[in-house]
């Protein structure tokens, strides 16, 4: 079985996908990675950042066979670019999933139910999509995948959740190969 580890976080802003990926990080002593001060993120041209940070993250990760806790994706792209009318490519977005799939990625989408927070980027009406759309990522990604509901659970429950879900699919794997 291929020992690297890939788990991709992603979900819509401030259902504590963040706070997770780090905890989760320390727990299996995988290194945590976030783009954040990249020029096209910055000067939010996403779909120019999907298009430059993942294919070359994702071959990165297969070259080097290093393991990786990623803060935010393709999935992101997938979800924000249609509730907030940017042009979505679609083809990139398979594609990209299909590099991260050959990698044995798992990606946990995290939602917040009952989302009460103001958030002015999101208002509820538009995270209430944003919801929908990462389920219906969720529904048709290759990867390996858990679905977590934030709101419900305290930080260390959640860890335990995951862990106990990535022992699943990787003692699945062990014995299909």
């Known amino acids: 079985m291929n020992k690297q580890k890939i ?5 819509p802003d401030k259902v504590g996908k963040s706070s997770i990926a780090k905890e989760l990080s320390k727990v299996l002593d995988i290194p945590y990675f976030k783009f954040t001060k990249h020029d096209y993120w910055a000067k939010k041209e996403y779909e120019l950042a999907t298009k430059f940070d993942q294919p070359f993250l994702a071959e990165l990760l ?7 806790i990623i803060d935010r994706g393709y ?38 139910g009952n989302i009460v927070e103001h958030d002015e980027k999101a208002p509820i009406e538009k995270q209430d999509k944003l919801i929908e759309r990462y389920k219906d990522f969720y529904n048709n990604t290759k990867c390996n995948k858990i679905y977590l509901e ?28």
């Open 150 to 177: 934030t709101s419900l659970v305290d930080l260390d429950k959640q860890i335990k959740t995951i862990t106990e879900r990535l022992s699943e699919i990787y003692s699945e794997q062990d014995k299909e190969g």
């Open 75 to 112: 999935p992101s792209e997938y979800a924000y670019a249609p509730v907030f009318d940017r042009e979505l490519d679609e083809k990139l977005i398979l594609d990209l999933d299909d590099m991260f799939s050959k990698l044995n990625t798992t990606i946990v989408i995290c939602t917040k």
């Open 62 to 68: 297969r070259m080097t066979g290093y393991s990786l």
């Open 7 to 11: 788990i991709l976080f992603d979900g």
